[in-house]
Nanobody, 121 residues
Framework: QVQLVESGGGLVQAGGSLRLSCTAS????????MGWFRQAPAKEREFVAS????????YYADPVKGRFTISRDNAKNTVYLQMNSLKSEDTAVYYC??????????????WGQGTQVTVSS
C-alpha cells in the first residue's frame, strides 16, 4: 500500500509562484512514476505533469509548459511541482498521483488527498 501526502498549496496572486510537494510512503517499486493532476470547479480532472523514477522522462500538459517544472528526490520519495507565472485558470485542487509503471496512466493507482491552489487576479 502506498500513501501520497501533498503540501504547499495556498493563495497567490497572478504572476506569482508556488511549489507543491508530495511524499510517498509505503511499498513503492523501483519503477514508480509520479505526477500531478488538477481539478478546477465544474471541470474534469486533468493531467498536469509526470516524472519517472530515473528522472530522465518528464511530460507536461500544454497549458503549463514553460511555466511549471516537475522534479523528484528519490532519497526522500518526494516529487515537487514548481509553478511559476501562475494564472487564474491554474486555480484548482492539485492531486499527487503515482503508478508502479514506467509511465503515469490516465487513472493512476495511487492518489493523494489533494491540495488547493487559488490564484487571484
Amino acid at each position: 500500500q502506498v500513501q501520497l501526502v501533498e503540501s504547499g498549496g495556498g493563495l497567490v496572486q497572478a504572476g506569482g509562484s508556488l511549489r507543491l510537494s508530495c511524499t510517498a510512503s509505503g511499498r513503492t517499486s523501483s519503477r514508480y512514476t509520479m505526477g500531478w493532476f488538477r481539478q478546477a470547479p465544474a471541470k474534469e480532472r486533468e493531467f498536469v505533469a509526470s516524472i519517472n523514477w530515473s528522472v530522465d522522462s518528464t511530460y507536461y500538459a500544454d497549458p503549463v509548459k514553460g511555466r511549471f517544472t516537475i522534479s523528484r528526490d528519490n532519497a526522500k520519495n518526494t516529487v515537487y511541482l514548481q509553478m511559476n507565472s501562475l494564472k487564474s485558470e491554474d486555480t484548482a485542487v492539485y492531486y499527487c498521483a503515482g503508478d508502479p509503471l514506467y509511465y503515469l496512466r490516465s487513472q493512476p493507482k495511487n492518489w493523494g488527498q489533494g491540495t488547493q491552489v487559488t490564484v487571484s487576479s
